[in-house]
């Protein structure tokens, strides 16, 4: 895990790619490098160790020839197998990294060769004779680049920040609209006009000028035969021993749901080792409500593990939270950013690698609104009719999202479902060519989570809330053979309430853990939000602070939310605290 950075053009100095370094210093405490393979080109990094710790796995890392090197950011995770192809085709290794593997295959196979990688990566591989440079990220984003392109420079960091230093770069206040609705920014953009994100699965070949020519890598093949339980057992066992693996110590992102707790039992299952676990643990009024350290606890007595509990009340809440506001890279309207952050920043002390069950809610339709989409399309024309009347029923909130949001377009439909509130029809365009149409209904809007959701919320917090303290996360359920199956099944039955995970708890005496009502993974701000206290205060002063100085860049639905925030608590707490995050965020960074 790194942070890898590029400056080719007008722009590019030594002075400029030091700033994104040290801008990127946590990602990669271990050891850090500038280098310029040729006048004009200029790149950094940051590196963390986790594989062949030490320096003969420094970056760059360098061709025995001198031809080529490589930064690196990631992991790979069929490294071995790969270095057994290019052993048999005399190369000879003298590091037990992935990073001297990934370079020597990338010598071999060029671009092609990142059709066979499997893992999670952002890569800059430079090949001095034909002065060329490979950028590359993974299929799923999991490790992310920015750029920004003039016309006579081009810069390419692993965090946001770096870019926006270097230059004036203006905020987006268009894609607040956006953030109010989806919690983040559209894909491909970032709060900065200029500044892109590199879209997940996307490499590009740059010759002597900087100008980018797309290629995407092609989606894994699934394994031979039908798509089974038989077969998704062995996939994830043999991806939790591949992503479990490092030459540092693991530990477990410990929910007690059923995602962790399946990578955690299966481990052990194989293992018999003992690794560190971290949940959060909320004060006691409300752990009747939000109960994962109690099941983690529960988990614990029967599958050993190092437990650790991480408390958070309000003041745990404020005592951190300058700390992580300036730790957050881009604003994500989801406040699990500041709970992964804490596990962080307690596990950096014994770990510098966390597994996580992220992932596969997306990929196997774990959240409500799966659920709810499969409701809407069983009776699609029934919904269609009776929604409207139905919807002024006082069933609560619940009920009143799942009336409201549907539309007689399924896509628009999921759409609705997945925001904050119902989008205006002017954003609808920006999403709906992310949808699939090639896919059946239910599995496209999975895809549509694929896409979206997960590269722009869950893994984006992953990245920088764990890497803001040198903390290398991973998610196995993202692993390419997975990926694979997935594709391959067709039956909405199997992806819809995560059969096959539940099935593999039932399997593994865990059944209680498979009837666990889900319940998601933040703060409990519907109730720090109720009432006056010193979170509400400080939320509500906040938010009508952040009308006065920056409301005229807003709709009038975001300016009602932040002048009269208090009418708004017990329905609205989530776009509350969305907006309280970049509220802070911006006055922060003064923009």
């Not at 992310?144 to 203006?170: C, K, N, V």
């Not at 496209?444 to 809330?465: E, G, P």
Request: proline share 5%.
């Amino acid at each position: 895990m790194c942070g890898i950075h590029l400056i080719w053009g007008k722009g590019a100095n030594r002075a400029a790619v030091q700033r994104l370094v040290d801008a990127s210093h946590h990602r990669g405490p271990d050891q850090s490098a500038i280098y310029s393979p040729w006048t004009g080109l200029w790149i950094g990094v940051n590196r963390l160790e986790v594989l062949h710790p030490g320096v003969d796995a420094s970056q760059p890392f360098w061709a025995p020839d001198g031809k080529s090197l490589l930064i690196f950011n990631g992991e790979i995770y069929n490294f071995e197998r790969l270095r057994s192809l290019l052993r048999k085709m005399g190369v000879e290794f003298s590091t037990g990294s992935d990073t001297e593997v990934l370079l020597h295959y990338l010598r071999h196979f060029g671009q092609e060769g990142l059709k066979k990688l499997e893992g999670m990566f952002a890569l800059i591989y430079i090949d001095l004779i034909a002065k060329s440079v490979l950028v590359a990220m993974d299929r799923n984003g999991e490790k992310p680049l920015y750029y920004a392109q003039s016309q006579d420079t081009l810069m390419i960091s692993s965090e946001l920040r770096g870019i926006a230093g270097l230059h004036d770069f203006t905020p987006d206040w268009e894609q607040v609209k956006h953030y109010f609705y989806f919690r983040t920014v559209l894909p491909g953009k970032s709060l900065f006009r200029g500044i892109r994100a590199w879209k997940p699965g996307r490499h590009s070949l740059i010759f002597s000028h900087h100008t980018f020519r797309w290629d995407t890598l092609p989606l894994p093949k699934g394994p031979e035969g039908m798509p089974s339980q038989a077969v998704f057992r062995d996939l994830l066992e043999d991806a939790v021993l591949r992503q479990f693996r490092a030459d540092v110590p693991v530990g477990m992102l410990l929910s007690g749901g059923a995602d962790s707790s399946l990578l955690y039992s299966l481990w052990y299952q194989k293992t018999g080792t003992q690794l560190p676990a971290y949940t959060i643990q909320l004060e006691p009024k409300y752990r009747a409500k939000y109960a994962d350290a109690d099941a983690a606890i529960r988990l614990t007595k029967q599958v050993p593990a190092d437990h650790r509990l991480v408390y958070v009340d309000q003041g745990v809440f404020f005592d951190n939270w300058e700390d992580y506001l300036r730790s957050v890279d881009l604003p994500i309207g989801d406040s699990a950013g500041f709970l992964t952050w804490m596990i962080g920043k307690t596990a950096k002390a014994e770990t510098r690698v966390l597994i996580s069950g992220a992932g596969a809610d997306e990929l196997w339709g774990g959240y409500q609104r799966h659920a709810a989409f499969g409701r809407y399309m069983e009776q699609q024309a029934f919904w269609g009719k009776w929604a409207g009347l139905l919807g002024r029923f006082p069933f609560g909130r619940a009920w009143k999202k799942y009336m409201g949001g549907i539309a007689p377009d399924p896509n628009q439909t999921f759409l609705n479902f997945s925001a904050l509130q119902n989008p205006p029809a002017d954003m609808r365009a920006d999403y709906s060519r992310i949808f699939n149409p090639k896919l059946p209904e239910y599995k496209r809007m999975l895809d549509f989570d694929r896409q979206v959701y997960l590269v722009q919320d869950v893994l984006k917090i992953h990245d920088n809330a764990l890497m803001a303290h040198g903390v290398e996360g991973r998610s196995p359920y993202l692993d390419a053979s997975l990926l694979g199956l997935w594709h391959r099944v067709e039956d909405p039955a199997l992806l819809s309430g995560k059969p096959w995970i539940k099935n593999m708890l039932r399997e593994n005496g865990l059944a209680w853990v498979a009837d666990r009502r889900k319940f998601g993974f933040g703060l409990p701000l519907k109730e720090w939000l109720a009432g006056k206290n010193t979170f509400s205060t400080r939320v509500f002063d906040s938010l009508r602070s952040f009308d006065q100085s920056h409301g005229d860049h807003f709709s009038q639905l975001i300016r009602q939310t932040l002048k009269k925030p208090e009418q708004q608590a017990k329905t609205n707490f989530l776009a509350l605290y969305n907006l309280f995050l970049l509220a802070e965020w911006v006055k922060l960074h003064r923009l």
